[in-house]
């Protein structure tokens, strides 16, 4: 059992030091997700129940024990205590995991996942989970599916209304070199991949896990690579989601400050004059506007990068990229792209107008380009719930969820949002 130590507060790491394993006795153990101070009392409350059984009986307590008490709790209270564990152990009767919800449904795992970036993590234990495992094995998959939580998209896969369709598809999380969360300095003399090399690695990630079709989400350099990668094979990709899409070479303007970041990371690490652009790069003109907790969040995380120079590789690809040529009707202005595109861009984002570029050469027949309002350049996380709606309409387009009521879902996902803030409002006004 492991999990990470971060507690986080809509989309922002408000502690990096929370506790998120339990011990309940001597072998059995939980981990939680949902509220800290709700997961701290039952945990607590779990453990002396079980303590003083052991103590009146004279036995070990058994896993299925902790989790029918806690089942019977949380049942009481009806979704109220916002506890969501996972408690496992080893009793004479061998090694068990149960999951158990805030409402009390437990179900008998083998491998389980909760909180945010559980969709990532599942998707590797699913993958690599095998009875037996040894403890060195073990631990490995436990630390790759809690490095994999960490993973791109993170703000935008922990709102509420991705449970929707992450139950039905599996999210491959692809960096570029030396991107990574826990990335080692590149060699000095490491050949940073072109754009089109980043495209052949898309290639070799699809290759290796065998795919025959997916839908490929890329925002920004990312969504770049995508549509590189989908005009060379049409056939693999059901349909192309891109946020903040440049498909034109590097301005002049562009190059210089680029330039002058690449030698700012390589030569001194980060400096305020590359967090500043990095800060526009991904907010856009109206950074002010913008929400100030993920403003921060966002800084910080620009300021603390364990691997400046590695970013730099990075950005000297892409500012060497070349053109990507397609067009709406084919023929000698290159290929036509037959793929269903959904293009976000926010409201507030340095890239409108290139986004615009791009859907001049997109089937209108197949393509769909959103401009979300109210939002900055990263739409993905101020705005979570209109890109939800707009993904889960386009996906509807494409035969997708047929039976589901998006307005209802969306209904529902902003009187769960308002819940939310009144209790945290409740629990403040309570202090």
């Known amino acids: 059992m492991g ?49 003083l059984m052991e103590l009146n009986t004279g036995k070990k307590a058994r896993v ?39 409402n009390g449904t437990t179900m008998h795992k083998e491998f389980a996942a909760q909180g945010s970036g559980s969709y990532a993590a599942i998707s590797i234990l699913e993958r690599d989970f ?70 052949n690695i898309v290639e070799n990630v699809v290759e290796h896990f065998k795919l025959p ?12 690579v995508l549509l590189r990668y989908t005009l060379m094979n049409q056939d693999r990709v059901n349909a192309l989601i891109l946020v903040n899409c440049v498909h034109s070479t590097c301005g002049w303007v562009e190059w210089g400050y680029e330039k002058v970041n690449q030698r700012h990371l390589k030569n001194y690490g980060m400096t305020s004059f590359v967090a500043d652009y990095l800060m526009w790069h991904h907010f856009g003109r109206r950074i002010d506007e913008c929400s100030s907790d993920i403003v921060r969040q966002y800084r910080v995380y620009f300021q603390h990068l364990p691997n400046p120079t590695n970013l730099s590789m990075l950005i000297d690809a892409y500012i060497n990229r070349t053109p990507i040529n397609f067009s709406r ?8 792209l037959k793929v269903p595109v959904l293009q976000l861009v926010g409201a507030g984002s340095a890239f409108v107008n290139e986004t615009v570029e791009v859907n001049t050469r997109l089937d209108p027949s197949r393509s769909d380009w959103i401009k979300v309002s109210g939002s900055c350049g990263l739409v993905l996380d101020d705005r979570p719930e209109a890109v939800t709606e707009a993904l889960m309409l386009f996906l509807q387009g494409l035969g997708y969820f047929p039976t589901m009521n998006v307005v209802k879902l969306m209904k529902q996902i902003h009187e769960a949002q308002s819940g939310s803030y009144a209790a945290e409002q409740r629990c403040v006004d309570e202090c």
């Open 130 to 199: 095998k009875p037996k495992m040894t403890e060195a094995e073990a631990k490995d998959l436990v630390q790759r599916a809690l490095h994999a939580a960490e993973s791109n998209f993170q703000n935008f896969f922990q709102f509420v209304s991705i449970a929707e369709f992450t139950d039905k598809f599996c999210i491959y999380n692809i960096n570029a070199p030396g991107q990574e969360m826990d990335a080692k300095p590149l060699p000095e003399n490491f050949q940073y991949p072109t754009m089109e090399g980043l495209a």
């Open 64 to 102: 299925i024990t902790a989790m029918r008490q806690a089942k019977q709790h949380l049942f009481n209270y009806q979704g109220y205590i916002g506890a969501y564990l996972l408690i496992g152990g080893v009793d004479p009767t061998g090694p068990h995991l149960y999951e158990c919800t805030a």
């Open 3 to 51: 999990a990470d130590s971060r507690a986080t507060a809509g989309n922002i790491i408000a502690d990096k030091h929370c506790e998120k394993v339990h011990k309940i006795t001597e072998s059995i153990y939980a981990c939680g997700a949902g509220t800290a101070a709700d997961l701290d009392q039952v945990t607590k409350m779990l453990s002396s129940n079980l303590r």
């Open 329 to 336: 009707e084919g023929g000698a202005a290159g290929p036509q």
């Open 213 to 224: 079709h997916f839908f490929a989400f890329g925002v920004g350099l990312g969504a770049n």
